[in-house]
């Protein structure tokens, strides 16, 4: 082996550390998700936040660093959108449902319902070949249980509305509505961005004061989900560019 090709090895060496070093990163995933479950049973509310903010702050983040570091081709024997899957499905499905079953947010006649719903129908979602459609959306509703589920335990909303809810996300998993990708998408990108970044902050800094949040952070937040759904819901054309 010539130093040549020595000098040539060493930085493709230093792009497969780094592609696997970020598949780890998404891996840790996996720990977060954990310590929320143990945190749940313990009743620690707070820690269980706290884990579930560090957990998507991973998840909104790998996909930037997989792209910057070129997972695909550096990293190949690992299955990235796999991994992905399996750690979303424990985060965003399996975490708040066993939350939503050991809080009292849900009548006790139907919490088993609602937690076997929503695991099966999410199955469904994750499993659909077309989940993530090429253009970068999710169809049907895309999951996100675990905002459902803190959205429910800081709103103190009657037991039975936030069952209400849930079968109406359970039934929206069906529904082909394609929902942006916030940090993918293509169309009033700056102002997407802008406007996820802010709620995502803002969404941190009140959760972390749990149980003391200020009580405007909630309503403050839904002009995002206003914009998320009015963005999702028109003709993917008439907000192009």
């Not at 936040?49 to 991973?58: E, N, S």
Request: glycine letters at 6%; charged letters at 15%.
């Amino acid at each position: 082996m010539t130093a040549s090709d020595t000098t040539n090895e060493r930085p493709n060496l230093l792009r497969s550390i780094a592609a696997y070093g970020v598949h780890l990163f998404t891996a840790t995933g996996a720990i977060w998700g954990l310590l929320g479950i143990l945190a749940i049973f313990e009743g620690k509310y707070k820690a269980m936040i706290i884990y579930m903010i560090v957990a998507m702050l991973v998840d909104g983040f790998d996909g930037m660093l997989a792209r910057w570091a070129d997972v695909k081709k550096y990293a190949s024997g690992v299955d990235g959108a796999l991994l992905d899957n399996i750690l979303d499905y424990l985060n965003y499905v399996l975490v708040p449902v066993i939350f939503l079953i050991k809080a009292d947010l849900l009548p006790e006649s139907v919490r088993l319902f609602t937690a076997c719903a929503i695991l099966i129908t999410s199955a469904y979602q994750f499993t659909q070949s077309d989940a993530k459609t090429d253009d970068h959306h999710f169809k049907g509703f895309p999951s996100y249980w675990n905002v459902a589920a803190l959205y429910m335990l800081l709103m103190n909303l009657p037991q039975w509305v936030n069952f209400g809810f849930l079968m109406l996300f359970n039934v929206l998993v069906f529904v082909p509505i394609k929902y942006i990708y916030p940090s993918r998408n293509s169309y009033l990108r700056t102002l997407t961005l802008a406007l996820t970044y802010l709620y995502g902050a803002i969404g941190i800094w009140g959760l972390v004061q749990y149980p003391n949040q200020p009580k405007w952070v909630v309503w403050v937040s839904f002009i995002y989900v206003a914009y998320y759904l009015v963005l999702s819901v028109l003709p993917k054309k008439s907000h192009e560019n």
